[in-house]
């Protein structure tokens, strides 16, 4: 199986702050990376396909670089509502496999 | 708008057979463009994909969990279920039904709001 290892596992930071996630791929993965959102007792929501592409909807604060191995999810200026959990997930083959996540917190 | 909601029992004891079912409203499971996946995750931990469907009934799984889980459709009634056999311990999770872009990029979105699952005597 391909492991995504994200960084850091959790992160403090102020509102208006850039914030930047990485994860890794235990291989080679070109750009088959998507990013989830996830806040407390609720279930992810999709952000980011294809390590770049911004999901309608989501807002543009958000963004994603990378291909390969690594990969990298910014949020331009935080927001209070920014703050939750994001995952990576590669699906550049089965079985998919997500990073353990990285926990935004306020500062 | 696609909603997903996931149905089913809340406690299941060892060694029996966990089994859900997500009814799908606002759009087809019919689709040719989507796959219908389950996804789960131990509280307070990862995601961890369990397999996906087709609506034809084609299917794929985790290896890690093949030899223990079936998924089927049924269309009449817009619904994809999942069994998870021979239950532990580990199995206590929160599962959630989504849609997956069938493609190169094989995302889940929208999800469903989960359902919490624990097994215990």
């Known amino acids: 199986d391909i492991q995504m290892t994200q960084s850091p596992s959790s992160l403090s930071a102020s509102v208006g702050d850039r914030v930047t996630i990485t994860c890794r791929a235990s291989?080679?993965?070109?750009?088959?990376v998507n990013w989830y959102q996830q806040k407390p007792g609720k279930a992810p929501k999709f952000l980011i396909y294809a390590a770049s592409n911004l999901q309608s909807g989501a807002p543009s604060r958000f963004s994603g670089s990378g291909s390969g191995t690594d990969f990298t999810l910014t949020i331009s200026s935080l927001q209070p509502e920014d703050f939750a959990t994001f995952y990576c997930q590669q699906s550049y083959t089965s079985p998919y496999t997500f990073g353990q996540g990285t926990k935004l917190e306020i500062k | 708008q696609l909603h997903l909601q996931e149905s089913g029992p809340g406690l299941v004891k060892p060694s029996e057979t966990l089994s859900l079912t997500c009814t799908v409203s606002g759009g087809s499971i019919s689709s040719s463009s989507y796959y219908w996946g389950w996804i789960r995750q131990p509280p307070g931990k990862g995601l961890e994909w369990i397999g996906s469907?087709?609506?034809?009934?084609?299917?794929y799984y985790n290896p890690s969990l093949k030899s223990r889980v079936t998924a089927s459709v049924d269309t009449s009634k817009n619904q994809v279920s999942l069994k998870v056999y021979s239950v532990t311990a580990t199995d206590t999770a929160v599962y959630y039904c989504?849609?997956?872009?069938?493609?190169?990029?094989?995302?889940?979105?929208?999800w469903g709001q989960g359902t919490l699952v624990t097994v215990s005597s």
């Open positions: 989504t849609r997956q872009a069938i493609g190169n990029y094989n995302w889940f979105d929208p």
């Open positions: 469907i087709y609506h034809s009934g084609s299917t």
């Open positions: 291989q080679s993965i070109d750009s088959y």
